[in-house]
C-alpha cells in the first residue's frame, strides 16, 4: 500500500511538471502575437485598446502561473538546483531589496556583521537564491494585497534567523492563517487582487528547503507580518 501511494506521488508530480513544461511554448507565442498587437495599439479603436490592455494583462498573469507551478513542480520532485555558499545575509537582503525596487523599505537588523577578526554573526551557509525569492516573493505580495511592506526585519538566537516582512494591510483572518501559504489559497482580502496564488506556496516550500517554516501573524502595525524561520548552517 505505501509502494501504491508512493508511485500516486510520483506520478501526479510528473504529470504536473509535464502540463506545466507544455504550457510554455504556447504561451510564450500568445505573449509575442500580444506584444505586437501593443506595439501598434494606437492604431486601433479605444475600445479595441482597451481589449488588448485586458489580453496582454491576462497573459502575464498565465505565464507567471505557469512558471510558479514549474518552480513548484521541481521543489516536489527535489531536482532544483541547490547551490550553497556562506553568506552574510545582512548584505544579500539590502542587495535584493534594491535589486528588485524595494530598497526604500526600512530594513532592521539586529544580527550583526563581521567585525574584521572572527566570524560574522550573520554569516551563514545556504542557497542565496532561496533568500531571494523567499523575499521577493514576500515583498511581491505585501505590494499587490496589502499597499506595500512597511520594514523587514532580520533577528537570530543563534542557532535559527527570522526574517520577516510587515506589512499595515488588511491582514490574514486568523481562520485563514494556516491556508494562505497552501497552492493557489487567497485570503478574504486578496480575493479580487492579482496574482497566481502560488507565490505564498513557493516561499513555504523554499524555507522548508533552508531547514525553516514559515507563518503569518498579526504586525505591530495592525496588519501582517510573514515570518520566515531557518537554521544557521556553518560551512
Request: glycine content about 8%; hydrophobic content about 35%; aromatic content about 4%.
Amino acid at each position: 500500500m505505501a509502494d501504491a501511494v508512493q508511485q500516486r506521488i510520483e506520478r501526479e508530480q510528473r504529470f504536473d511538471s509535464d502540463v506545466s513544461h507544455e504550457l510554455r511554448s504556447p504561451v510564450t507565442a500568445l505573449s509575442a502575437a500580444a506584444d505586437v498587437l501593443v506595439s501598434r495599439k494606437s492604431e486601433f479603436s479605444e475600445r479595441n485598446q482597451q481589449a488588448i490592455d485586458i489580453m496582454q494583462k491576462q497573459i502575464e498573469r498565465f505565464d507567471r502561473t505557469v512558471l510558479d507551478l514549474l518552480e513548484l513542480s521541481r521543489l516536489d520532485a527535489k531536482v532544483a538546483d541547490h547551490e550553497t555558499e556562506n553568506v552574510q545575509l545582512n548584505d544579500l537582503i539590502g542587495r535584493i531589496m534594491h535589486r528588485y525596487g524595494f530598497g526604500d523599505i526600512p530594513f532592521i537588523s539586529s544580527v550583526q556583521t563581521s567585525d574584521g577578526e572572527t566570524r560574522a554573526d550573520d554569516e551563514t551557509r545556504l542557497d542565496r537564491r532561496r533568500v531571494e525569492r523567499i523575499l521577493v516573493n514576500l515583498l511581491e505580495n505585501a505590494r499587490d494585497h496589502a499597499n506595500g511592506a512597511t520594514k523587514v526585519t532580520l533577528t537570530s538566537d543563534g542557532g535559527t534567523f527570522t526574517l520577516a516582512v510587515h506589512d499595515a494591510g488588511p491582514g490574514v483572518l486568523m481562520s485563514e492563517r494556516t491556508q494562505v501559504f497552501d497552492r493557489f489559497a487567497r485570503g478574504t482580502a486578496s480575493r479580487n487582487s492579482k496574482g497566481s496564488g502560488l507565490g505564498l506556496a513557493i516561499v513555504r516550500e523554499h524555507a522548508r528547503a533552508l531547514q525553516g517554516s514559515a507563518h503569518v501573524e498579526e504586525s505591530s502595525e495592525g496588519g501582517s507580518s510573514f515570518v520566515i524561520t531557518f537554521a544557521r548552517t556553518e560551512g
